[in-house]
């Protein structure tokens, strides 16, 4: 049996080619300067740039990177999820790699895992290089997640964090498609703290969170913690059918001052018509999206396929084999 590092680093990569070299150097000259072991677990998520070719040199010259190579692009959760079932540490770092979150806050979060938290997370007091449109839906996302969903999800907070291997291992067991890992790390509780900062501008590359994808990852976060979109279906349906009732005699009293032809009987049909037609097909779309996901769970698909490793040991491999949580993450073997 191999040693196993102290501490993992998990850095999903999708095109990230100008940012890997000085990620490495970055997370190396902080985790060699706590002078215990670690490791990098890179998961290279269907990169179509040279990112793939820059980890497996870095692979190459420190075995202590661990490359984790997609079949194609399955998304930044999944890509995480990935490397959090490949990590061997003690405690488990998550961090991008576009070096918005500062590899060196790592050393913090160390001293409060250190002092007894089973969780860590990295709060966002400042971000730099964003638009005010960027920030502005990040923080009504934060705070309208915090309003309707079922558990504490700290407010301002990515998936830069820390977490102990116990965290992870219940993290780990939890195979559900669509994921929040945010959301799912508050689900799990133990004994959690923040600790802040500012969060730079991307050093080089494009956001891989453009609004479109922003929306997806809001609705899994509502869907996957929260019934408050369902549950909202019973007020509107109250609040029409009092509103209707309400109307009924409103109108024959109006009509029989002003006349029959107020309001005129087929235009006021059509405008209820139109309105309650909208409601329905906006509460049947909701509905939809919770379907949707019970139909990703019923098929029972690996949530990733790997097309290659590196640096990661069959001890490893083994372990996600014999876990129970193998029959969904169908790992590739070595290649």
């Excluded at 990177?65 to 079932?85: E, M, P, S, W, Y």
């Excluded at 400042?126 to 309707?148: C, D, H, N, P, V």
Aim: hydrophobic share 45%.
């Amino acid at each position: 049996m191999e040693d196993r590092p102290r501490y993992s680093i998990v850095a999903p990569i999708y095109n990230e080619e100008g940012n890997i070299q000085l990620l490495y150097d970055r997370i190396r000259a902080v985790m060699d300067s706590t002078g215990e072991s670690w490791e990098l677990v890179a998961i290279n998520d269907g990169s179509r740039d040279r990112s793939l070719e820059l980890l497996e040199q870095l692979a190459r010259d420190d075995k202590r990177v661990k490359v984790i190579n997609f079949a194609r692009n399955f998304g930044h959760q999944i890509a995480v999820t990935a490397g959090l079932d490949h990590a061997s540490g003690e405690a488990v770092v998550i961090i991008d790699a576009d070096l918005q979150d500062p590899p060196e806050l790592i050393l913090e979060m160390i001293e409060r895992w250190k002092a007894g938290y089973q969780v860590v997370y990295a709060v966002r007091q400042e971000r730099k290089g964003e638009s005010w449109f960027k920030l502005l839906t990040a923080k009504l996302f934060y705070r309208l997640i915090y309003r309707i969903t079922d558990v504490n999800i700290p407010m301002d907070t990515g998936d830069f964090r820390l977490m102990d291997k116990k965290v992870v291992a219940v993290l780990n067991s939890m195979r559900e498609h669509n994921r929040f890992i945010r959301g799912m790390t508050s689900w799990i509780g133990f004994k959690q703290t923040g600790v802040s900062y500012v969060r730079e501008a991307r050093h080089s590359g494009e956001t891989k969170y453009p609004l479109k994808k922003m929306v997806r990852f809001a609705m899994d976060a509502v869907t996957g913690f929260s019934y408050f979109p369902l549950q909202i279906m019973v007020y509107v349906a109250f609040v029409l059918g009092l509103l209707a009732v309400l109307a009924i005699p409103i109108i024959a009293i109006l009509r029989l001052i002003l006349g029959y032809e107020f309001l005129g009987g087929q235009v006021t049909t059509i405008v209820l018509l139109l309105i309650v037609s909208s409601f329905q097909l906006f509460f049947l779309f909701v509905m939809g999206q919770y379907v949707a996901r019970i139909y990703d769970e019923a098929r029972g698909r690996p949530l990733y396929i790997v097309a290659s490793r590196l640096n990661v040991s069959d001890e490893v491999v083994g372990r996600i084999r014999l876990s129970s949580r193998e029959a969904r993450a169908a790992p590739a073997p070595e290649t």
